[in-house]
């Protein structure tokens, strides 16, 4: 019989505990604010493009445009195959591939 008043007591202790440690949130959000011109801080995404043709997109559109990042497919020697997630099976660190090596 003891148990149940005790029980009660724990839960209530624990709410309240919850009550102080879990923030609402509502309405504290600081409206957002555009990023200023000139950062450079857009990605353009250019998967499966070979190496050569990277190198001239960022020299002759990306970088004039603004753009500062580039993701590419890994650039490391992997498994044979037409498929695009061959890139992603690595078999050495050599930079070779379909896409282009180091030169």
């Not at 499966?48 to 497919?73: H, M, N, R």
């Not at 498929?83 to 078999?91: D, E």
């Amino acid at each position: 019989m003891a148990r149940r008043p005790l029980s009660a007591a724990l839960a209530l202790v624990a709410g309240a505990a919850a009550a102080l440690v879990i923030p609402t949130g509502f309405g504290t959000a600081s409206p957002a604010q555009a990023a200023a011109p000139g950062d450079k801080d857009v990605t353009a995404v250019l998967f499966e493009w070979k190496f050569a043709s990277i190198a001239k997109a960022c020299t002759d559109t990306l970088g004039p445009a603004g753009y500062g990042y580039v993701q590419v497919s890994p650039p490391q020697e992997h498994i044979q195959g037409g498929q695009w997630w061959t890139s992603y099976q690595p078999v050495s660190y050599k930079i070779a591939g379909r896409l282009g090596d180091r030169a």
